[in-house]
T-cell receptor, first 112, second 113 residues
Framework: EPEVTQTPSHQVTQMGQEVILRCVPI?????FYWYRQILGQKVEFLVS????????KSEIFDDQFSVERPDGSNFTLKIRSTKLEDSAMYFC??????????FGPGTRLTVT | RKEVEQDPGPFNVPEGATVAFNCTYS??????FFWYRQDCRKEPKLLMS???SGNEDGRFTAQLNRASQYISLLIRDSKLSDSATYLC??????????????FGSGTQLTVLP
């Protein structure tokens, strides 16, 4: 069964550094998403991406964040200058034209 | 009022028990509803979608009451492997077609031997 994959599984970085989180959505999916979950809190929407552009973004997704789909398979989230409060699990999700979203295993980002 | 509200639990039930989770949502324009399960430090996994008047999948039954903005999940004959956090998730209406999901905080279930 096709799955969303994410790399790396765990990323440790120092405050102020740039990180790129990578996702490979399910191949025939059209819509792509990033969510995050701070430890002990609920899953929060960051951004949605469709037809090679951002469809929506939340208040969390400020100028420090960007997304790209550089080729036909990868979908990346870049955080330009990480802060301590960016420490969280970051989940990529994708879907077809139906509404059900399928999540990748996540990248645990630790900012020290 | 929270966008999606759930009883956080925890629910501790013996194997074989029936357990029910409830959820309310605030945006009456929401159109799609889901239950996901999340194991500790793992990704949310789609358990079932809830459309129109609800649906059943094996031991799991989901109900939707649009008038009350209320969703429920019933688990019958619970198994040890059902132990997880159950997330009530609502598709947020938005411009365009790329709907975002709004998650509840989850209800923790532990099934005891």
């Amino acid at each position: 069964e096709p799955e969303v994959t994410q790399t790396p599984s765990h990323q440790v970085t120092q405050m102020g550094q740039e990180v790129i989180l990578r996702c490979v959505p399910i191949s025939n999916h059209l819509y792509f998403y990033w969510y995050r979950q701070i430890l002990g809190q609920k899953v929060e929407f960051l951004v949605s991406f469709y037809n090679n552009e951002i469809s929506e973004k939340s208040e969390i997704f400020d100028d420090q964040f960007s997304v790209e789909r550089p080729d036909g398979s990868n979908f990346t989230l870049k955080i330009r200058s990480t802060k301590l409060e960016d420490s969280a699990m970051y989940f990529c999700a994708s879907r077809t034209g139906r509404q059900e979203q399928y999540f990748g295993p996540g990248t645990r980002l630790t900012v020290t | 009022r929270k966008e999606v509200e759930q009883d956080p639990g925890p629910f501790n039930v013996p194997e074989g028990a029936t357990v029910a989770f409830n959820c309310t949502y605030s945006n009456s324009a929401s159109q799609s509803f889901f239950w996901y399960r999340q194991d500790c430090r793992k990704e949310p996994k789609l358990l079932m979608s809830v459309y129109s008047s609800g649906n059943e999948d094996g031991r799991f039954t989901a109900q939707l009451n649009r008038a009350s903005q209320y969703i429920s999940l019933l688990i019958r004959d619970s198994k040890l492997s059902d132990s997880a956090t159950y997330l009530c998730v609502v598709n947020k209406p938005a411009r365009g077609s790329a709907r975002q999901l709004t998650f509840g905080s989850g209800t923790q279930l532990t099934v005891l031997p």
